[in-house]
């Protein structure tokens, strides 16, 4: 197998040419065989020692087996906790099961078959040979930072064939900086086909984010991670400004990735990878965040790092100073692990406000036509849309839960989409409805979180049930029978934000909030914002409104929803916000039904 992934037909004659695809600059030697082979091999070991951690008294390793015998528990808790402790030396051949197997768990397509890779490789390349000429790069790739990690020719050339293989099977990659230097890296330690099927198991993943695969995935990840450390880096931060007054923080963390994966010697960046395979992306922000924090220290104590040698450009600055981090793979790990108050919650959180900011921004400046916020028959799913939401909703459930204040969800129930039993709306409401959400939102389980049938006619009790969630959708029945709700992108919690001078704020929300009708129309109403129009003013982002006697939607002349903190009773006006009509003809309604969905997973 190995031969035929170097494109070499004789494994012996390949080692007595000592042609080896991996190199060592730093200690000027070279590998007698790959390091993958070194590494998958108990007969073979790398003879550079550099990278060689030194004995000591620390306790017996864990085995592979142990650790996939956790994961088939479904243990994952304590595989994390033995991931982030256990500092195998970077030639330890458990590296050439591990990660396959931690990678592959997160796999959600069908186990591929056997030979699919070189089938693939066949049909993109027309041989399964390894040209020795230079292949060209997908555009996803970054090629400023094609990081070969020691790799020779052969080994790049090696790269660069997965990551065309990649791009041709999967098409909706379009920006991928890091994908190319991750090939790399998993290329030290298993096969091509090996690597592949690693890194297919890193872009479907659909419960942990490893890879952004979007300029926009990637521009709100640097954006997020620039987010987080305003919090928990505060006195690097406010360092890196007081001695640049006009550094853009922006220029700094756009590169942010690159601390990691192109100035961390190779040893630590094998360590973060044990763990980052296994947990996702929030390694990489963790160990984000201690860099800065020891570049912080460094700065004040060593004169290398001092202002003058720094301040014209801290984002390489940066960069070189991971080069001679001077701290070990374990003690970087421990203290990026030691940061409290980063929950997986918690940057899910920010990650999802800035990317429905980025997209406001975006469909604002462009100026698109494509939503319309008037009731023509444009915003309505055709026939054949229908049938297509109607199958995929087979493959979905509505399942009806329970978020005490503990946070302990107990389910209720599990029902088919095509047969929601809703006291609010139809099927073909709810198919209608869900053609109008957010297309990533459309990959979500729903949750019905809140029902005045069940839980009350109480804004207190609504609060509790449906504070946390983010994004949520409403729905209203009235006496009357009309049906309409709205879209809310921002959680309810934020009504009790406190702005700097400790004040809460009015109205929060983002433009991807907007309002809808089902009954006796149907229509959706988006933020106004959505047509590019110039001067809107402040009535026009005047998204959502919350307290302990009222919920408002919308704002500006008029409110689009009003509720009252017994909902029972509410108005409805036309407000600047969405440019709506009243969602109901007499303006006031009284509430039969009110039904509130989350989303699960997000």
């Not at 070279?30 to 620390?58: R, V």
């Not at 509790?464 to 994004?471: A, D, L, N, T």
Request: glycine residues 6%; aromatic residues 10%; neutral net charge.
């Amino acid at each position: 197998m190995v031969g035929k992934v170097l494109g070499i037909k004789d494994l012996e004659q390949f080692s007595s040419r000592r042609s080896s695809v991996y190199v060592d600059p730093e200690c000027d030697k070279f590998f007698e065989l790959p390091l993958f082979i070194a590494a998958s091999s108990n007969d073979i070991t790398t003879k550079c020692q550099c990278w060689q951690f030194s004995p000591g008294k620390e306790p017996a390793l864990r085995s592979h087996t142990e650790i996939q015998q956790l994961l088939q528990q479904g243990k994952k808790r304590d595989v994390k906790n033995i991931l982030r402790e256990n500092s195998w030396p970077i030639n330890s051949p458990i590296r050439s099961q591990l990660w396959p197997t931690l990678c592959g768990q997160h796999q959600t397509k069908q186990q591929m078959l056997d030979g699919f890779y070189w089938e693939m490789v066949h049909q993109v390349f027309g041989t399964t040979e390894l040209s020795e000429k230079p292949i060209m790069l997908p555009a996803f790739v970054d090629a400023t930072h094609c990081l070969p990690y020691h790799l020779t020719s052969t080994g790049r050339a090696v790269a660069d064939r997965i990551v065309n293989v990649l791009g041709y099977d999967c098409p909706d990659i379009t920006y991928s900086p890091v994908l190319y230097p991750i090939t790399s890296i998993l290329l030290h330690f298993m096969s091509e086909e090996e690597a592949y099927i690693c890194l297919a198991g890193l872009v479907g993943s659909k419960e942990k984010v490893f890879i952004n695969q979007t300029k926009l995935q990637h521009e709100v990840t640097w954006k997020t991670v620039m987010q987080i450390a305003k919090k928990h880096t505060k006195s690097a931060i406010s360092y890196f400004q007081r001695i640049c007054p006009g550094l853009k923080l922006e220029r700094v963390f756009m590169d942010w990735c690159w601390w990691i994966l192109a100035g961390l010697p190779f040893q630590h960046l094998v360590r973060i990878m044990d763990c980052y395979f296994h947990e996702g992306i929030k390694v990489l922000y963790r160990v984000a965040l201690v860099i800065l924090n020891l570049f912080h220290k460094e700065c004040q104590s060593n004169n290398e790092w001092s202002p003058d040698n720094i301040k014209n450009d801290i984002g390489n600055a940066l960069i070189k100073f991971c080069k001679k981090i001077p701290v070990s793979p374990a003690k970087l790990l421990h203290a990026a692990f030691s940061i409290r108050g980063l929950s997986t919650q918690y940057i899910s959180r920010i990650f999802i406000k800035t990317e429905m900011l980025l997209k406001s921004r975006s469909v604002l400046n462009s100026g698109s036509k494509q939503l319309i916020k008037s009731r023509s028959s444009d915003n309505l799913p055709t026939s054949q849309s229908q049938v297509n939401i109607q199958m995929m909703s087979h493959t979905l459930t509505i399942r009806e839960g329970e978020k005490s204040p503990g946070h302990r969800a107990i389910a209720m129930g599990v029902y088919p989409i095509h047969n929601l039993k809703s006291q609010v709306c139809t099927n073909e409401d709810l198919f209608t409805l869900w053609s109008w959400l957010p297309v990533r939102i459309t990959m979500y389980q729903p949750v019905l979180l809140y029902t005045t049938e069940e839980h009350g006619c109480s804004l207190t009790t609504f609060y509790v049930r449906v504070e946390q969630h983010e994004p949520t959708l409403l729905m209203i029945k009235t006496c009357n029978n009309e049906v309409f709700g709205a879209y809310c992108s921002s959680r309810w919690f934020e009504r009790n934000v406190k702005d700097d001078k400790g004040q809460r704020q009015a109205y929060f929300g983002t433009g991807e909030t907007f309002l809808f009708s089902l009954y006796p129309e149907r229509a959706k109403y988006p933020w106004v914002g959505i047509e590019g129009d110039k001067d809107l003013g402040h009535s026009s982002e005047l998204f959502m409104a919350a307290d302990s006697k009222m919920i408002t939607i919308g704002g500006g002349e008029g409110q689009a929803i009003w509720m009252d903190e017994n909902i029972r009773f509410g108005k409805t006006d036309s407000c600047k916000t969405f440019n709506n009509p009243p969602l109901c003809p007499s303006g006031d309604f009284e509430i039969r039904v009110l039904e509130v969905y989350g989303f699960v997973g997000i």
